[in-house]
């Protein structure tokens, strides 16, 4: 059975006319039924991620040094060998939605339950995408984009050179380059040129979202520089007198790696 499926009879099922609360033993942003069809990725699928509990959870981090020399040819010529670790702590945050529900769509279990699969799900997963780039209200989150220690470049010339220039600076700290975010206007012209097909041989998944600016790329070794964090909770509410379903799942970012990133804009 679906989310919108299990929500729609709760809410069938609620006849004192309140509010109708779901909760789920999953991140609802990765249930919306078309990720299993069609290879639109957000960026949680760039993600390796860990079940936690839900509170506090220690990380290790690695600060690269102030000054992040070229890599030579041994070992003590790379930047990983003086990268400095320590224990950290993240905070989980809560990603959450409100979606109107059209009139008429309560009185429908087969109507309502497509209505949040397939449109509140999906309006889930864009603002994680948000908070995930950008980060949190709350500080839980700083957004890759936005990590201390990142490093940056201008993004210019020709997107296949930049990106593919971008992605062996990537790997001068250690890593591996496994994922790019794009905006959709730069992701359908790597398509057209057949930049994307090249890519994807090389192991690199790309996540288009309108979350990131149109002249931006964020590259990095995703998996091992962060780790998404699920506590495998969330929720569906029925607000009654205003008609509008909240989705809410909780999720944290443990920062292993952020000189794992690179940002062209």
Known sequence: MSPGEEFAWAVA?????????????????????LFKTRPRYTVRHLLKS??????????????????????????????????????????????KVGVPVPKGVLDEPGLLAAFVDYRVLVRLSTVENQILLHGSGDGAIDGLLHLADSRHAPFDGDPEDALTAAAAEVEETGGSCDGIVTHPGLYWKLVRDGT???????????????????????????????????????????????????????VGLAVHLPQHFLLLS
């Open 196 to 250: 994307l097909d090249r890519l994807a041989t090389a192991g690199i998944r790309v996540s288009r979202t309108r979350m990131i600016g149109a002249g931006d790329a964020l590259l990095g070794d995703f998996r091992a520089a962060v780790t998404l964090l699920d506590p495998a909770q969330s929720t569906l509410r029925l607000r009654r007198d205003t008609e509008v379903i909240e989705a809410s799942t909780r």
């Open 50 to 95: 860990a079940k936690v509990g839900d509170g506090q959870v220690p990380y290790v981090h690695e600060a690269p040094p102030p000054e992040l020399a070229p890599s030579g040819t041994s070992y003590a010529e790379t930047p990983e060998s003086v990268f400095a670790a320590s224990v950290r702590v993240a905070a989980l945050t809560e990603v």
């Open 13 to 33: 099922g609620s006849r004192n006319g309140g509010d109708v609360e779901v909760p789920y033993r999953l991140a609802l942003t990765e249930a919306f039924p």
